[in-house]
């Protein structure tokens, strides 16, 4: 059984939030083994500069790396990364398996995004949308779609 593993900075605070990752999690139980690793958001000064806010982001990046397996297929989500649709990540969640990898490990950075290390680290980068959205709703949004791709691989009629 696969592995998904999710390392995130900053946690969920709003029980909206929460309750549809809930909601995700349980439903995820019966198709893959779901880790979700918060790491804490670095502070930051409300008028910080450019050499401070990249600071933040390194700081980040590197206690992301640090909990990352080598043995695991990392996919950072970043706007660099390629859009795709839900059966293409379907195929990309199945040719994982395919290679061997038996974790998947996706990466949501803090409000200022990763850090180039993370994301050169990664196997593949993926962008969900050109749109901003909170990180928070990424993280729903990255379940939905993980859930969803195995719908898709079983057949299921979740998928329309």
């Known amino acids: 059984m696969l592995t998904v593993q999710i390392i995130c900075i900053g946690s969920l605070k709003e029980r ?9 999690q349980k439903r995820l139980n019966s198709f893959c083994r779901l880790q979700i690793l918060e790491l804490p958001e670095e502070r930051l000064a409300d008028r ?5 806010i990249a600071s933040v982001i390194e700081a980040e990046g590197k206690r992301i790396l640090a909990k990352i397996s080598p043995k695991s297929f990392l996919i950072p989500l970043c706007i ?7 059966i293409e990540f379907s195929h990309l969640l199945a040719q994982v398996a395919l ?5 998947v490990t996706f990466i949501i950075g803090g409000s200022y995004g990763l850090s180039d290390t993370v994301k050169r680290a990664g196997k593949r980068k993926l962008s969900m949308s050109e749109m901003t959205f909170p ?7 990255l379940l939905e779609q993980v859930y969803r791709a195995f719908m898709i691989s079983s057949g299921s009629k979740y998928h329309k």
């Open 16 to 24: 909206y939030w929460k309750d549809a990752l809930a909601e995700y």
């Open 48 to 52: 910080a500069g450019e050499a401070e």
């Open 135 to 141: 990180h928070q709703l990424a993280r729903v949004m």
């Open 80 to 86: 660099e990364g390629k859009q795709m649709d839900s």
């Open 99 to 103: 290679e061997g990898y038996s974790t």
